[in-house]
C-alpha cells in the first residue's frame, strides 16, 4: 500500500500563510511540516523554504506563488509545486522526502480510496429494473 496522506504529517496550506501574511504582516515565519521544522522567507512572487533534508543537511530553496482574482475582488493564493509546477493548496514534506512537493509528486494518496469491499473501492448504486425504487431508497439511506 502506498504512503496517506493522513500519515505524511502536517500539510502546509497556501491560504493559510495569506491569511498569516494578510492579518499579521509578517513575512517570515517558521512553520512544522511533516514533522519537520521549516523557516520561510516571504519575497517576490513566491516563499524561500530553509529545512533539513532527510540526511539532515540544511537545503534552501524556492517554492513560487501564484494567485487568482476572486469575484469579491480579493485574491486567493496558491502554491506551484516545486516538483512539477501544478497549481496546489497544500504541500507535503513526507519522511524520506528532502523537498516539498504536492500530493502527486510525493506519491501519497487518501484513506478513503482504499476503504470499501474486496473487489473496488468504491459503492456502486443498486441497478434500478422498472417499478422497483426500494433498492434505490435503501442505498441513499445508507
Known amino acids: 500500500m502506498r504512503l496517506l496522506v493522513e500519515d505524511a504529517g502536517k500539510p502546509w496550506f497556501a491560504g493559510w500563510l495569506s491569511r498569516i501574511c494578510d492579518l499579521s504582516g509578517d ?17 517576490h512572487a513566491g516563499v524561500t523554504v ?24 480579493g ?12 497549481r496546489v493548496d497544500v504541500l507535503y514534506l513526507p519522511l524520506g522526502r528532502d ?3 504536492c500530493r ?15 473487489g473496488g473501492r468504491r459503492r456502486h448504486r443498486p441497478r434500478v429494473e422498472g417499478d422497483n425504487m426500494l433498492g434505490w431508497w435503501m442505498w441513499l439511506k445508507r
Open 99 to 101: 523537498r516539498l512537493g
Open 27 to 43: 513575512d517570515r515565519g517558521t512553520r512544522w511540516v511533516g514533522g519537520r521544522r521549516v523557516r520561510w522567507y516571504l519575497g
Open 50 to 73: 530553509l529545512h533539513p533534508d532527510a540526511a539532515g543537511a540544511r537545503i534552501y530553496y524556492h517554492v513560487r506563488l501564484t494567485e487568482t482574482r476572486l469575484p469579491s475582488g
Open 104 to 118: 502527486r509528486c510525493c506519491g501519497l494518496v487518501y484513506r478513503s480510496q482504499y476503504a470499501g469491499r474486496r
Open 75 to 86: 485574491f486567493r493564493w496558491w502554491w506551484a509545486c516545486p516538483g512539477c509546477g501544478r
